[in-house]
């Protein structure tokens, strides 16, 4: 009797994904899903470890955890959730009064903001990954394009590959992003992350101190508290430095004395905080300009920080890293589907990211106006609600609740419609709205 099975074609597209962060791994999961592809990650780290405290996993970045089948990973144990639900909280740093507590309604219960170290991330997308398709102590130093269309890739240990799709998604150092833009660079911008941990029993015996997740604000400075659990405490700021400051490698150790003087007209309540602090590590943040493209070649994509470093703004890095990767992989396999090149789905993956990386930057944009306006502000407490009125209120909350598979299942129906048409035009019409 003939067999009715039919075979499956061996994977014919080679995909090497360069970096193992937030966005390699999520890559590597979902490229993983795709029949006709074969997929190797190469990361530097000897081993995968995170640096850098905490991180938030906001309701975006839940569902795209849920969609790569990794959600279930995390042990709820090991995330912070305020008790009253609130997503974050502002409060002024020398009366301690509530300025704004911004709830999450709406927000389906399984997709709640929490906080947790930034390990507990990195440990379920690792889960999800074919271990045998992870390569550590990996850097990539040398990129060739051949005449092929294909690229070969030689890494520093003398290891070579060859790969039909880069994808590069080494963090804000980029060299992927390097080989298609030489001329960019990346310059210090004039900030340092400061990370500071304390032990959550210390910090809560503290009288009045609220386990909440807060930002506590000054005219100038503010740092944020949240608990992390496990007894793990973090204290956090983003801090301009003065222009003769060098900037320091990324996790240098900092003194406490170096972090707390600024807060000195803080509450005694946040004096008490800042005194049981145990480390700080500090981390200066660079940026470079802004890329009108991250696609190249017809078979290259930047994915992540090393297409948009954030520098941490929006605290949702991370997130943002996970949709691109959706929205990568379904248009990688968009174009397959049809039988098209894979640098029309690049195209297409370029032109739905493109505008909500472009919807951010306007509203990073409106923080530099705002400054401005505090500068000119007499009291604390003026400038205290001047600051979170301006750049806390509600108006970048739907980058937390943005819909990503529904922003693509419009751009590729778009698409679709366009070229059944036979219409030259870019189908650019869904696409720009990107705020669902
Ligand atoms: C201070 C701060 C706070 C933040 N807070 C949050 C938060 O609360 N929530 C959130 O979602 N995001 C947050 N982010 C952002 C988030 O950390 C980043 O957006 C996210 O890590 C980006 O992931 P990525 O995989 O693109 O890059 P990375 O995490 O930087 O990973 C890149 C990987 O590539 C590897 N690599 C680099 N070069 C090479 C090479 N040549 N060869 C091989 N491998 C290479 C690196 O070793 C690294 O492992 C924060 C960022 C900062 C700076």
Redesign the pocket.
Known sequence: MPSTQTTTPPPNLRVGI????????GAAIEFAKLPFVDVRV????RE?REV?A?????HN?WRMLDVFGVYENIDQRDLFRPADGHAVQHRNGRTGELVLSKGQEGTPERYLSA?AL?SV?QKALLKGVDKSKLRLS????EITDLPSGAFFLR?EDGLTDEVDLLVG???????VRQFIYPDHQLKYIGTT?Y?ALADADDILSIPGFPDSVTFWHGPNDRFYTCNLNNNVYEI?A?VPQTPDTAPVSWGQDASVEEFRWRYKDFSPMLQSVLGKIKEVKK?A?FAGPRLSRVVSHGSIAL????SH????AF???????LEDVYVLTRAVKWAHDRGLPIGEGLELFDRVRAPHYADMYTILDGYGKSDVAVKETASFDEAVSLIVADKWNDDHQWLYHYNVEEVWRKAYEAEDARRAKGDGSVAHGDVASSRL
């Open positions: 360069i970096g193992a962060g937030p966005a390699g791994l190469y990361e530097q780290a995968l850098g905490g991180i938030s996993i906001q970045t906080r930034r991330l990996s850097r990539l130093v890494f998604a080494d963090g804000v150092r980029s060299v992350a990370r956090a983003r981390f943040l994915i992540g920080d090393a470093p954030l520098s941490g605290g949702a890095g991370a997130g943002f890293a």
